[in-house]
């Protein structure tokens, strides 16, 4: 993930390049369900509405809980399918709070309604994360549910109003590009704390409707938008969180943007987003799914590293014979193709592997969702 607002910061009131710090443990999303009330065109879990075997217990997850704790981590994203329907989401994450885990609920957003806000509330999540894909017809269309927008933007007022630090998800492909403007609007005219842009990735349902994913022009257009914007929100005094996900070229691209505006600025933002570097799938993001299988992260369903029923989280995260994850956790990542002959390597670490792994059966080739051209990475 790319925190373009810490690097506004730093754009803004540079500071000393320290040591660099890794997080203690990853950062771990945890599908604790798979039945949605949805069936969105880009899910990764391909969920529907109904129930899935095999699902991890209460006293299960709670077991899980312990083991990650004791290993170090230090946040907790509560997905699905559409969490709010799992019966024990509030004595979850209540428990969650209790054990000093920073916690975040990932919604649709359809289900957060009168009903349930008090106990959304009183569960405090630390935020709470809905997604976008568009205005009206546009994200209707896109979550295949008629209505579809008027709820989730319900629940978002709800949780707002409720004091719940609250954002947006916005999954960009050729079929919506043309509403980041308006979402983007939507965020400042609602008092919305976070905007987070997601990449299509390649993977459960986004793999199937990979055809519709945004070209590169279109994404380096989204990109500037999203600068621009972030910028002016800093320069206007409105405290708003943009980030960016599965696409770690979003951070040499963001160089670019400073080498047009700011180049007095350019070495040292260089310096602060190699300290970043980049991708981080199988070292500070880890994915559990409702069975208890254990991903790199959420678009590795299809490849499972163990299962938290069968070993401790913390073993299986620290096993490294699994050829995917010894690529992933390696220093620097062996990648071939433009990324390994790309000048930035060190500031986005080859991008998203999955990606490639799709489109060409290789995991360390090329990413072919980079829209960097060769003369920008340093190639002829």
């Not at 290993?71 to 799992?86: D, H, K, N, Q």
């Not at 079929?175 to 990735?201: K, Q, T």
């Not at 993977?203 to 380096?220: C, F, I, Q």
């Amino acid at each position: 993930m790319f925190r373009i607002s810490q690097y506004m910061q730093e754009l803004a009131h540079p500071t000393p390049l320290g040591p660099t710090r890794g997080p203690p443990g990853p950062v771990v999303i945890w599908n604790l369900i798979r039945r949605c009330n949805l069936t969105c065109k880009h899910c990764y879990s391909i969920s529907a509405d109904k129930d899935f075997e095999g699902e991890l217990s209460t006293q299960e997850v709670y077991a899980v809980m312990d083991d990650l704790k004791r290993f170090g981590v230090p946040v907790l994203i509560l997905s699905g399918g559409e969490p709010l329907l799992r019966a024990d989401i509030f004595d979850i994450a209540r428990r969650a709070r209790d054990m000093g885990f920073y916690i975040g609920l990932s919604s649709n957003g359809t289900l957060i309604d009168a009903a349930n806000i008090e106990r959304i509330a009183e569960a405090d999540f630390n935020y709470v994360g809905v997604s976008l894909d568009g205005i009206g017809e546009t994200h209707d269309k896109f979550r295949r549910m008629q209505g579809a927008f008027e709820k989730s933007l319900a629940g978002i007022r709800l949780c707002r109003d409720a004091g719940l630090k609250i954002g947006v998800r916005f999954t960009m492909t050729q079929g919506n590009a043309h509403d980041l403007p308006n979402l983007l609007a939507l965020v400042e005219h609602e008092g919305i704390d976070r905007f987070y842009f997601s990449h299509l990735n390649y993977a459960g349902r986004g793999n199937r409707n990979r055809k519709e994913d945004a070209n590169h022009l279109l994404t380096r257009q989204a990109m500037e938008l999203l600068f621009d914007t972030c910028w002016d929100y800093r320069r206007r005094g409105l405290d708003k969180e943009f980030t960016t996900g599965n696409n770690d070229a979003d951070g040499v691209y963001f160089l670019f943007w400073v080498a047009k505006r700011f180049p007095d600025r350019v070495a040292h933002l260089r310096a602060k987003l190699a300290q970043w570097g980049g991708n981080s799938s199988g070292v500070n993001v880890a994915n559990i799914d409702n069975l208890g299988n254990v991903h790199p992260d959420t678009m590795w369903w299809h490849h499972t590293i163990g299962n938290v029923r069968e070993r401790s989280f913390s073993q299986i995260w620290t096993d490294v014979s699994d050829p995917i994850m010894a690529g992933l956790k390696a220093r620097p990542r062996k990648v071939g193709g433009r990324c390994g002959a790309c000048a930035y390597f060190d500031i986005c670490n080859g991008n998203t592997r999955v990606r490639a792994q799709q489109l060409t059966g290789d995991p360390w080739s090329e990413d072919p969702g980079c829209y960097l051209s060769n003369d920008e990475i340093g190639l002829k």
